[in-house]
């Protein structure tokens, strides 16, 4: 349970959760990395990577001791939810409210985001154990839906994930998320010049952003 307890620390501490959906394991591994010194301290590699497994297994094994929690996304089933636990994962984030993979996670301390979008779901995923409730997609509601929502359910924890900006970061902490998911906005700093350094400081940018709408 200490574990457990650790491991969301690093989530609500740095209110990000990275996510890492690329196009080969090189670039999710050099990604990470590079985000990883700008200060993230959260992430997962989805499992739509190509050899996301491998990459799960050497960012685990590299970060291990260091306070970094490494995740695995689009984690559908209680099947992938082991294989990924084994590979090293421990946070584990799906889409949708999967019961066996919360279980799952539940089982062998790792953090569990369920994925939801409507109240009843919501509340559902947080019945069937999820540690983080996470909204998606985000976009299609914005920070509006999210207060209204939060209106009769502020003690659920809510992680948005799609639509989250380094711009618009201050109002989804203004209606009340826990913590956000943040994709393309950090991960495709590279994109253009090749140049993981843009990654590091989009990393640290997007963290201060964080920082200064939490107070």
Known sequence: MYRKFHNLSAV??????????????TEARDVAEAAIAGGIRALEVTLSVPGALDVIEQLATRHRHEGILIGAGTVLDEHSAYTCVNAGAELLVSPQVNRGMIALANRYQAVSMAGAYTPTEIVDAATAGADIVKLFPAELGGPAFVRTVLAPLA???LAPAGGVTIDNVGDWFDAGVACVG?????????RESGDYGHVTAAATAFLAAVAKARG
């Open 182 to 190: 943040v994709g393309s906005s950090i991960t495709k700093a590279a």
């Open 155 to 157: 003690h659920l924890p």
């Open 12 to 25: 609500h501490e740095s209110g990000v959760v990275l996510i890492i959906r690329l196009d080969s394991a």
